[in-house]
Each structure stands twice: as C-alpha cells, then as structure tokens.
C-alpha cells in the first residue's frame, strides 16, 4: 500500500511496464518480477485481459505494489481501482484526467512530453510525472534541460529505455526511476519463461544501488 506517488517513484529503480495477453500469465510474471527484487508492476490496460490481469496480482501477489497503465480517462481509472490498483499511470494528460487526479487522491504518473504539459500539470499541484516516450521526445537531454525551469519536477522517464541507456537515465536529479517493458519481452510472457524475467528483475533491481 502506498501513500503517495513519491511512495511508488521509489519502490524500484525500474517500473516493468507489461502487457498481458494471457491472464494465467499474471501471477507467474508478477511473482517472478518479486522474486527477482522488483516488488512493482504496471500492468497496461492495452489489451482486453489487463483489467483481469491485475486483478488477478492484487488478489495473489500481495508483496506487489500494482498499478495500471495506458489509462486514458477518469472511466478507466476507476476501472483499474475497482480491480485492486494502487496507482495509474497515463500516456498523456487530458482536461478530464487533470481534473480527477487531483481531486482523487490516488497516486497517479500521467504522462508528459512538452513543458506546456508540465506546467498544466503543475498548475493541478502534480509534480511527480511519466515523461513520455522518453527516447522519441528528447531523452536524457531535455529532462537535463528542464531541470532549470521546473526543477521541482520529478520524471519518471519510459519509451525506448533499456539496459543500454537506463543508467544514463538513473543519474538525473529529476529521475528517480524509469518504466520499460524490457524486464517482461512478449517471447519471455508466450513461452512462460519465470526464469529469464526473474533474471532480468534481479538485473534491474541491482540498479538502484
Ligand atoms: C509504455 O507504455 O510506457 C511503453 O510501451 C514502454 O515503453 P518500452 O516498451 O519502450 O519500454
């Protein structure tokens, strides 16, 4: 259980951003993903069985702080809190979800890509923030170039960030941790491979420290 969203930006070094498309291969990932260190998940509503996928972790993993992400309205939200999340994440910031998030309470990371959207965000009283996709709109770069700005934003950096580049990522002041889905690959999640993701959780757990 989480108090805040500061809480969920410091479970982890690396938040695995995972994709379910069978929902018996929740538990197995998310008790593997814990086994490995990484006691955090953010579980994509982008496919039909997310809802039930997460259900599912809050129900049988219950050393796993999880979340749901790809939440594009308040509906969503609620969804995903009905169904046992304990934080959201959103791609991108809306009217609708600038006026729930505040007024919930619930820990939330939406997403940002501009400074405009960060000072929208900042004008709602929400500092901690998903910058995304962080490869594609300006990586380690712009997040050193807004510090100066807005240098009470915290990002939590996703899109394209992988072994290769995270610890570039993890030394930023503005960074505390990044989302990825590399530490779950779609073949590892077909193929029921617990082992490969525990390993890479245990990889991704070695970050932080
Ligand atoms: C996300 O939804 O946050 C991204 O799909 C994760 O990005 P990645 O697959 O490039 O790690």
């Known amino acids: 259980m989480v108090e805040n969203t500061r809480e969920v930006l410091a479970a982890s070094p690396v938040i695995p951003v995972v994709t379910i498309d ?42 796993m702080l999880v979340g749901a992400g790809t939440v594009l309205n308040p509906q969503q939200a609620e969804d995903a809190l009905e169904a046992g999340a304990e934080f959201l994440v959103t791609p991108g910031l ?42 594609a709109a300006g990586g380690v770069p712009y997040l050193k170039a807004v510090a100066g700005p807005v240098p009470e ?20 002041k503005n960074v505390p941790c990044v989302g990825g889905s590399w530490l779950t690959p779609q073949a590892a999640l077909a193929a029921g491979d617990w082992d490969d993701i525990r390993r890479r959780a245990a990889e991704a757990a070695k970050l932080g420290g």
């Open 22 to 63: 069978d929902v018996e291969a929740a538990v197995p990932v998310a008790q593997a993903l814990v086994d490995g260190g990484v006691p955090i998940i953010e579980v994509t509503l982008r496919t039909p069985q997310g809802l039930q996928a997460l259900r599912r972790i809050a129900a049988d993993v219950p050393s």
């Open 153 to 172: 934003v915290t990002f939590c950096p996703t899109g394209g960030i992988g072994l290769g580049n995270v610890r570039e990522y993890l030394q930023l």
């Open 94 to 135: 809306s009217q609708s979800l600038l006026t729930w998030i505040p007024s919930s309470g619930v820990p939330c990371l939406p997403g940002v890509s501009t400074l405009g959207q960060v000072m929208d965000a900042l004008d709602a009283g929400i500092t901690e923030l998903k910058f995304f996709p962080a490869e």
